[in-house]
């Protein structure tokens, strides 16, 4: 099982757009998908139509796999399901903080769903904080959309330096750029600085879409809606790209 984190400090950056599209993939590629929700607005659960239950359970989220497994839901794509977020994830922060072993807590959950699923899809709030370290311990990949303007390089940097200074490995972080106008010659210019200057950005490039803001209309991934389009292509080709790390053991497509 492989654990991919959606997570950028910055909000409204395609995080979530992401973690919808990527799971969509995965699992009509025959990947047993999880898409976690972290983020206490619910945008992911949204777009896939999958409500929390009433209760307020995200204190138990920590405690053991079985509450987790618990909340899971179906979504209505084949081998997804999504752990929809709830308004009280909002306080996970002040929860991992008051916990012990906090930052080996989520990685410890997770390891209990490892028979379920070949991918677990994290989709993350855009702070740097208790949860995030938790995150960044239990994921094999965290996968940071960067918008190719200064100010998101800066944040990025930013992501590199706080890496080094708790000993993360850099190779887990994996940037890629996201909401991409070409025609604008800041995003061309800050794309080929930002590829010579730091390794491992992917190929595979999000551009900016209509197709993708629209997600909210339709709540649902791109491919559903726009199948031959831009969007749709760009998120497959970063699938694709991605598969040699995802794909389970002996599994071909
Ligand atoms: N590539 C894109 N092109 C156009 N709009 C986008 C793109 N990616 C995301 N958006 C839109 O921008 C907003 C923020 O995106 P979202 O994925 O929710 O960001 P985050 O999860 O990082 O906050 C949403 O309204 C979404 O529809
Ligand atoms: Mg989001």
């Not at 490892?114 to 996968?143: Q, R, W």
């Not at 887990?172 to 909401?179: G, L, R």
């Not at 993708?212 to 726009?226: L, Q, W, Y």
Request: include cysteine.
């Amino acid at each position: 099982m492989k654990v991919v984190a959606c997570y950028s400090m910055k909000g409204g950056v395609g995080k979530t757009a992401t973690a919808v599209n990527l799971s969509y993939w995965a699992a009509s590629q025959g990947l047993r998908t999880l898409l976690i929700d972290l983020d206490a607005q619910g945008a992911s659960s949204f777009y896939f139509r999958v409500k929390p239950g009433r209760k307020k359970w995200g204190k138990r989220f920590f405690q053991a796999y079985e509450n987790v497994l618990e909340q899971i839901r179906a979504s209505d794509f084949e081998g997804l399901d999504v752990l929809p977020a709830h308004l009280s994830f909002r306080n996970f922060d002040a929860l991992l903080a008051s916990l012990e072993k906090r930052k080996s807590r989520l990685r410890r959950i997770l390891k209990g769903l490892k028979g379920e699923y070949d991918l677990i899809v994290l989709d993350c709030p855009p702070t740097i904080s208790h949860l995030s370290e938790s995150v960044f311990n239990a994921a094999d990949m965290v996968l940071v959309p960067v918008i190719p303007t200064t100010l998101s390089q800066r944040t990025f940097e930013q992501l590199l330096a706080f890496f080094a200074e708790k000993g993360y490995a850099r190779e887990v972080v994996v940037p890629f750029f996201s909401m991409v106008q070409r025609q604008k010659a800041l995003h061309k210019s800050t794309m080929t600085h930002m590829r010579q200057r730091h390794k491992g950005f992917l190929q595979a490039v999000i551009p900016f879409a209509r197709d993708i803001e629209n997600m909210g209309e339709h709540r649902a991934p791109v491919a559903v809606f726009a199948a031959r389009k831009p969007a749709t292509k760009a998120y497959l080709a970063m699938f694709d790209e991605l598969w040699p790390s995802l794909r389970p053991k002996g599994k071909k497509r």
